[in-house]
Nanobody
Framework: QVQLVESGGGLVQTGGSLRLSCAAS????????MGWFRQTPGKERDIVAS????????EYAIFVKGRFTISRDNAKNMVYLQMNSLKPEDTAVYYC??????????????WGQGTRVTVSS
């Protein structure tokens, strides 16, 4: 029943910014931790950032810390990823995921279709 729809990807230059959005439905949104993952073909899917159901706790991968910010609006069932100071290595398809806790996000099968981010050098 869970449906996640990502948007906001695109082509940007090194140092540029993008804001990704994920619209969630089919779940009691505030009860779910949300996360952003990214994947390049042939590589593993890496967790980028996560946020607790209340929004009170966030976690970031080392490779994006200080550049990306995850946030959520529980009244709108939306989660966002603000990406600043983008680097070519950030190029990937970005996926939104939902789980009952941050700790189980990597095990979640509830994913969106992804939105592609390309950072040119």
């Amino acid at each position: 029943q869970v449906q996640l729809v990502e948007s906001g990807g695109g082509l940007v230059q090194t140092g540029g910014s993008l804001r990704l959005s994920c619209a969630a439905s089919g779940l009691t949104f505030s009860n779910y931790a949300m996360g952003w993952f990214r994947q390049t073909p042939g590589k593993e899917r890496d967790i980028v950032a996560s946020i607790s159901g209340s929004g009170g706790h966030t976690e970031y991968a080392i490779f994006v810390k200080g550049r990306f910010t995850i946030s959520r609006d529980n009244a709108k069932n939306m989660v966002y990823l603000q990406m600043n100071s983008l680097k070519p290595e950030d190029t990937a398809v970005y996926y939104c995921a939902a789980a009952r806790s941050i700790a189980t996000l990597t095990l979640s099968s509830d994913w969106g279709q992804g939105t592609r981010v390309t950072v040119s050098s």
